[in-house]
Each structure stands twice: as C-alpha cells, then as structure tokens.
C-alpha cells in the first residue's frame, strides 16, 4: 500500500529542510522568507529496514525492494489563511488523501532566522494550524449539508448516511475540536473516510529541535510531547537541520556522525516508525533469487489480504501461505533450513499476518 504523509506547519518552522532530509534531496527550496514552498512537494522514501538486508544476504538476493512512503510538503500556514491571509488555504486539497498529518512545531531559538508570529511558541503554532485546519473542514462541510437534506429526504441511503456523518462531525468542529475526536462505528468508517476531512487524520507532532537538544529534546518539546500525549497522538523530536546534513553523507561517514551526536540512529527513522505506528501498519517480507522485498500491510489483516497487497488475483485465489518466522528464517539460514526444522507452516484464510512473517502464497489463477 502506498502510505501518505502531509508535513504541515506555519512558515519557517523547518518544514522543508525536514521534507528535503527525508527525501535525501533539495527538491524542496529551504529558504528563511514565508512562503518559499509554494507548489506541494512531494517525495517517496524508502522505509528503514534492516531486517529486510539481514534476508537478502541469506539466499542472496539481487535486488533489495523496500516498503515506500510518501511524503507531501506543502505551504506555510499562517492565522488567518481561512480568511485568505497569507497564501491563503488553497493548498490544503493536496493533504486530503493523505493518510495521516504530520504537524511540524518549531522547538529551537534562533534569531537568524523569522517567526511569522514574531515569538517561537510551539504550542500557539500548533493551534493556529489546526483551527486553520478545523475551519477548512468547518467550510467545505456545510456546503453539502442543503444537497445532503433534500437527498436524504428523497429517499437516499447513502446520502442520509453522508449526512449523519457530517453532521456528527460539525459537532466537533463547532465545539473547537478536530474531527478525530468523533466516535465513529466500524459501519461507518469507509464513509467516514470519504469526507476527507482534514482534522480527523491521525496526527504525529514533530519537534524541530536545535543540535544541541537532538539527542533527548528540550523543554519547548517536552511540552509538545505533553500535548500530543493529551490528544491522543505521536510525537518525535528531531532536528531537520541535522538530519539534512545526515542525508548528504555517506553510510559510513553517518555513523561516525551520529557517534559524536550519541544518537543510535537518524531522527528520520524514528519518525516513519511513528508513522506507521500511528497508522497502524505493519511488515511482511517476499524472499527470493531476483529480489527480497518489504511489504506493508494493516495490523490484524490476514494471510488473503496480505496476499492482495501484491496483487489482486493472489487473494482471489489464494490457497495457503506458505510462512517462517523472520528469527527462524534467518536463525536456520533460510527456508531449506526452516522446513527441515519444522519451521515452515501452511497458513490458511484465516492466518492473521505477525510483523516479519516471511511468506510464499500458492494461489489459482
């Protein structure tokens, strides 16, 4: 599956050099006036995972293929953009099939470089970008609810679900609070989703830290962690100017570079983990002479669906999966090793996928 990230934030809280970091290019101009990112940026990046090498190596592969993410960068927010203010919010339809939002908050002080608001406060930023946020779902709700009525008493089912939902959702908004908050039935949730409603994507707040407070964060995103936990949500502390400069390096050099910082691993690795925890996901692997490959799947689905995420016709047809444990595959040095042992499994339809399965599905085609 083709997981989506949007970066949100007011101007000059790092969004860019954040985005430029993770795609380990400067696709995206970082510049220290409001509004240099203009048109969305968007980028795909390959999924930290070494277990996926550890697999490779074993058989061995040719080719490494690992699960890929998306990431969308878009303008500066700023109080008011509703209203016009600013660039106003006509970027905003570029997140709306994201899977989730990632609000980024600046954490550091530096007065080389302008805050929109005059005063690094990263709490206040991010309430100016979700009531920004909240009113551009508060707008384009109540234009559908006069079409919504006279459908819905025309007899319309899924208008009059559509309206329900709406409805459900104003009652959040008007109260100031994102539609996330809303509890919504496992019946309804494709519905839901098709509002595309902004405020009720899953939200990972991210901290741009000074180098100093790369390693364990400071006080401003203390806070930040403080209100993400409140709501609900994840959070990460990173420092997009040292990750920027991490991306420019060699593997080897980045090791060295991450020692003198007493960092284990790049920041940008912990924020797609938050991702997909956020969301949910997990990993699956495909093993083989041509290629080791990393698949992304949702917790809890099962071997068919898993199976569907390579293509259709494989959950179409599926049989049965044939499956190892990711420490038993690698432990018995690949799937001879495994079936000798006993280690290889038949699944069936009903085989809820664990995160490292490696798998090879029989199916009619």
């Known amino acids: 599956m083709a997981l989506k990230v949007a970066i949100v934030g007011l101007p000059n809280v790092g969004k860019s050099t954040l985005f430029n970091a993770l795609t380990q290019t400067a696709a995206a101009q970082a510049a220290n006036y409001p509004f240099c990112t203009i048109e969305p940026n968007t980028g795909d990046v390959a999924v930290p995972e070494p277990r996926l090498d550890a697999l490779a190596a074993i058989i061995p592969s040719k080719e490494i293929i690992p699960a890929r993410i998306n990431f969308v960068d878009i303008a500066g927010l700023v109080r008011g953009a509703s209203k016009g203010e600013g660039l106003g919010n006509q970027f905003l339809a570029n997140i709306r099939d994201c899977d989730a939002v990632a609000f980024v908050a600046r954490c550091f002080i530096d007065d080389d470089i302008t805050h929109v608001e005059g005063k690094v406060d990263p709490l206040a930023d991010l309430e100016t ?29 899924e208008s009059a679900q559509t309206l329900r939902l709406v409805q ?48 364990s964060g400071n006080a401003m995103s203390a806070s930040v962690a403080e209100r993400a936990k409140r709501d609900g949500a994840d959070h990460v502390a990173i420092s997009a100017q040292i990750e920027s400069e991490i991306a420019m390096l060699d593997p ?42 990393a698949w992304t799947i949702h917790k809890g689905d099962t071997a068919p669906q898993a199976a569907g995420v390579i293509h259709t016709d494989f959950e179409k047809g599926f049989i049965r999966a044939e499956t190892i444990a990711y420490e038993d595959y690698v432990r018995l040095k690949g799937e001879a090793g495994a079936r000798d042992a006993g280690k290889l499994r038949q699944e069936g339809k009903e085989y809820v996928v664990k995160d490292g399965d490696v798998m090879n599905f029989r199916f009619n085609v």
């Open 129 to 157: 970008i979700e009531t920004e946020l909240m009113l551009a779902d508060l707008e384009s709700l109540e234009k559908r609810v006069v079409n919504l009525e006279k459908r819905a008493k025309g007899g319309d089912k």
């Open 252 to 293: 080897a050099e980045r090791t060295e570079f991450l020692e003198t910082l007493e960092l284990t691993e790049p920041g940008l690795n912990k924020l797609i983990r938050e991702a997909y925890h956020l969301l949910g996901l997990q990993t699956y692997f495909t093993v083989g002479p041509k290629e080791a490959r």
């Open 168 to 215: 459900l959702a104003l009652v959040e908004l008007n109260a100031g609070r994102p539609a996330r908050k809303a509890e919504v039935s496992a019946e309804d949730a494709k519905a839901w989703q098709m509002l595309q409603l902004l405020t009720s994507k899953p939200a990972l707040y991210v901290s741009n830290v000074d180098e100093a407070s790369a390693a």
